[in-house]
């Protein structure tokens, strides 16, 4: 969560005007009765008010049975027809906010998806939860706070004011002059608000960071001792939420003693003047005055909540904006007007002149031309941080080179449709990650829509049958958050195994096999081998022995291509690569 400059915003007006624009539209029928509702609501509200002279007519003068039977039923039919208002209005408002959250939340994370991968790499993973969950929370309270009251409160005071005015117009004037004051205190509130609001997302953010942190990182918190530091980071953010949530509170509150002594302040004066007029034989009726009196107390409320409308808003306006902040990005992975299909070529992958970097500081590709020849094992070595997993970024178009470019068959991938790019690559991270979901649809992942026989040959050709079937309920078997329940090893063979049955014509290993024993690995290389049959393979690897298959040897250091040719080419000189491989198996060092 950045804190962006106060001017670059646009102002809580426009902001709130466009979450109504974007909005209401879709539920406007259920709105449209909610709306009717709350007329009806603000209608009975004041004739609550108005009859109570009648009541107290029919109660102080006793004119027979009549009139009173007349005053029970208006009576009754207006308290009916309230509580059904009042029924309906919440209903229908409750309905139609949470469409729109879960509108705005299906939204968000559609524009997320389409978001590139330094935008993840620069956001954290609990900024997005806090930013899905409550923003979409936030627009909900902006339009209910905003159709409440613009027509419920607004209405249902407007009508207060009518019965207060036809029943005591001298009074009324009074009222109508005190009361529009003692709103003034509630502006000095309203810009706290806001600032508040955005450190409580700050905090919140860090709330669920230290969840996620001490649940994914449990191993490390565990053999590091890092309960008591993790402990206090949480408490920091606890308390930081709680004391904002107070100061928010607090100053929603502040509010009310305010109006309560004017509330107080306004009912004496009428009992006073009141009291006088009806001394001095003035023209007020008691039943008006009663009416009066109660149609000036239910006005109270209303007005207090349309006073504090613009703390509320305030207190949602962080929210919106963070969600605004998501959806206005651009759609970063759309494709270009005319991007194109992959034809069925022949599979080389290309990349000419690549220059890229993470930062727009260091270049970690500087210059990189290659080719990956179709249908061949290509194999990138060298030591780490030197740039091989970037190549393979890059052919999955995670990212998009600064210089230069990366073809497929001759084509530019940024010409190449998404989804068809996708079809053609299959990928095996140097993280393997796995849904939490049963070992068998981990696999399906692959190839959605696969048999069951597929799924099983794949799991063969990964060596993965086995251990599989060993597991408590086989391929049925739940892997746990990212395949906790698996070893590394278990959890690599699935990924290849996921790899394997997309069947794809280009196949990407970043260190495939690093977490398997020699004998497991020496059986994946088969199956690799087998795989990769007429496709187009790229593989890093650290461990020699894994690249021994390959065709063609590439070796990065430090963002450029330092040696390239077949192994025994290279070995046969003094090659960066045959010093490393020397250095791995110091007694297989061939004859010169
Ligand atoms: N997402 C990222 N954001 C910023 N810098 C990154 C990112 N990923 C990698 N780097 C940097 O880019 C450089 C190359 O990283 P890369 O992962 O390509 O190396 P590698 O050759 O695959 O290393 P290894 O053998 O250790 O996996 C490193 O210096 C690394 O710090
Ligand atoms: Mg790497």
Do not use: C
């Not at 524009?111 to 806090?130: G, N, R, Y």
């Not at 794949?458 to 329940?485: K, S, W």
């Amino acid at each position: 969560m950045t804190d962006e400059p106060e001017q670059a915003t646009p102002s809580l007006y426009q902001t709130f005007i466009r979450v109504l624009k974007e909005n209401f539209p879709q539920q406007k029928w259920v709105y449209a009765i909610a709306i009717t509702a709350m007329v009806v609501v603000a209608a009975t509200t004041s004739a609550t008010a108005w009859i109570m002279k009648a009541i107290f007519d029919v109660l102080s003068n006793a004119p027979g049975a009549w009139p009173a039977i007349v005053v029970a039923g208006a009576v009754l039919f207006i308290f009916v027809a309230k509580g059904v208002a009042g029924y309906v209005q919440q209903v229908a408002l409750s309905r139609a906010g949470n469409r729109v959250v879960s509108d705005i939340q299906r939204k968000m994370y559609r524009k997320l998806l389409q978001q590139e991968a330094s935008w993840f790499d620069a956001t954290e993973s609990s900024d997005l939860l806090v930013r899905v969950t409550q923003s979409a929370q936030s627009a909900r309270m902006v339009i209910d706070t905003i159709v409440t009251g613009f027509v419920r409160d607004a209405l249902t005071l407007l009508g207060l004011i009518a019965v207060m005015v036809w029943q005591h117009a001298l009074l009324s004037a009074v009222f109508l002059v005190i009361g529009p004051l003692a709103l003034f205190g509630v502006r000095a509130v309203l810009g706290k608000v806001r600032r508040i609001m955005q450190a409580e997302l700050v905090s919140l953010t860090e709330i669920m960071k230290v969840i996620q942190e001490t649940s994914g990182g449990l191993r490390v918190v565990r053999a590091f001792g890092l309960e008591p530091m993790l402990e206090g980071r949480m408490d920091r953010a606890v308390k930081d939420v709680e004391k904002r949530s107070n100061s928010i509170v607090r100053l929603e509150a502040v509010t009310a003693p305010m109006m309560d002594t004017l509330a107080g302040s306004a009912i004496a004066t009428i009992v006073l003047v009141s009291g006088l007029s009806i001394g001095m034989g003035a023209t007020a009726t008691a039943g008006e005055l009663m009416a009066f009196v109660t149609a000036l107390l239910m006005a109270y409320e209303p007005a207090k909540r349309l006073s504090r409308m613009r703390v509320s808003l305030e207190a949602a306006f962080v929210g919106v904006k963070m969600m605004f902040d998501v959806l206005d990005r651009p759609d970063s992975l759309a494709d270009a007007p005319d991007a194109v299909d992959l034809p069925d070529g022949k599979g080389q992958v290309a990349l000419r002149d690549v220059r890229f970097t993470y930062d727009g500081n260091r270049d970690v590709l500087q210059g990189v031309s290659l080719v990956f020849p179709a249908g061949k094992t290509t194999a990138l070595v060298g030591p780490s941080g030197g740039g091989k997993s970037t190549i393979m970024s890059l052919l999955l178009r995670l990212y998009d080179p600064v210089d230069g470019a990366v073809e497929f068959d001759g084509l530019d991938l940024r010409r190449i449709r998404r989804a068809s790019l996708q079809a053609h690559m299959a990928y095996v991270g140097q993280n393997t990650f796995l849904f939490s979901n049963t070992v068998r649809e981990n696999i399906r992942m692959g190839r959605p829509g696969a048999s069951e026989d597929d799924i099983i040959a794949a799991a063969r050709a990964a060596q993965a049958h086995d251990f599989i079937t060993g597991l408590p309920q086989g391929y049925d078997t739940p892997v746990g958050e990212n395949g906790i329940f698996l070893s590394g090893g278990q959890r690599q063979r699935l990924s290849l195994a996921r790899a394997i049955i997309k069947d794809a014509p280009i196949l990407l290993l970043d260190e495939a096999t690093s977490a398997l024993d020699n004998q497991s690995e020496m059986l994946v290389r088969d199956a690799i081998t087998a795989a990769t049959k007429g496709r187009t393979t790229i593989l890093i690897a650290h461990r020699l022995s894994t690249v021994l298959t390959a065709d063609e040897i590439v070796f990065v250091e430090g963002g450029r291509v330092v040696e390239q040719g077949p192994l025994n080419d290279l070995l046969a000189q003094d090659s960066r690569f045959a010093a490393m491989f020397r250095h791995e198996f110091p007694a297989e060092e061939p004859a010169a």
